[in-house]
């Protein structure tokens, strides 16, 4: 059994919380329904892995409210979702990375991570935070996304670690089901980054560790 040398944290619903009702009803009273849109175009998924630009998005979106509501009001309504960062979780990532490498890889998108990146700066400083990761794969920036095996093979290249040394936590089963059938070890995040699934992370380290 390998040593990990690699923890992997997704970031929404991992370490930030966020609820995407939020931003699924803000649209609703502005007129459109969000999951219609995602049927009828790859916008979302353009926009995710990068092929589109924030201007691109928002005017996608701009001409499906038939032009009512400014680029800003649509840029307020699609970051609803994103809630905060509670204290404890933030000092939870400053204790692993004591211990092991830390790296994001999130499914997100340059509108969201530009308010992420202000909300953190005010919150704890944004060089604070970005040291506490080797790197941080975001999707709209490596052109890839989860749960697609290919992103897994790809980052764990780019870490320089075979696939059984990363250690991967997510939110989502399909992304740590899409992780595992790449040969990660994976851990599904129920509740966020919160006592129990810290517990599970140690006691996962410590395995790998004497074996």
């Known amino acids: ?17 966020i609820d995407q009702n939020r931003t699924l009803r803000s649209f609703q009273r502005m007129g459109i329904d969000l999951e219609t849109v995602n049927m009828e175009s ?4 353009d926009f995710e892995i ?13 001409q499906a409210l038939k032009g009512n509501y400014t680029y800003d009001q649509i840029d307020e309504a699609w970051n609803k979702m994103l809630i905060h960062l509670p204290t404890y ?3 939870m990532l400053e204790k692993l990375s004591a211990h092991i490498p830390l790296y994001l890889l999130s499914n997100t998108n340059s509108i969201h991570i530009h308010w992420f990146h202000q909300y953190i700066e005010e919150c704890y400083g944004l060089e604070k935070w970005n040291g506490l990761f080797k790197y941080q794969f975001l999707s709209h920036q490596i052109g890839m996304r ?28 399909a992304n740590v089901q899409g992780a595992k059938e790449a040969g990660w070890h994976a851990l599904l995040a129920k509740q966020g980054l919160d006592l ?8 996962n380290l410590q395995m790998h560790a004497t074996k």
């Open 146 to 173: 989860k749960p697609h095996t290919s992103t897994y093979d790809w980052v764990a290249n780019q870490i320089g670690a075979q696939p059984s040394q990363c250690l991967f936590i997510d939110d989502s089963i």
């Open 50 to 62: 990068g092929k589109i630009q924030p201007a691109d998005f928002r005017h996608h979106l701009h």
């Open 89 to 91: 979780r933030y000092k």
């Open 196 to 203: 129990h699934l810290l517990d599970d992370i140690y006691h």
């Open 42 to 45: 790859t916008v979302f998924t």
């Open 1 to 17: 059994m390998q040593k990990f040398c690699a923890l992997v944290f997704d970031l929404g619903g991992v370490i930030l919380d």
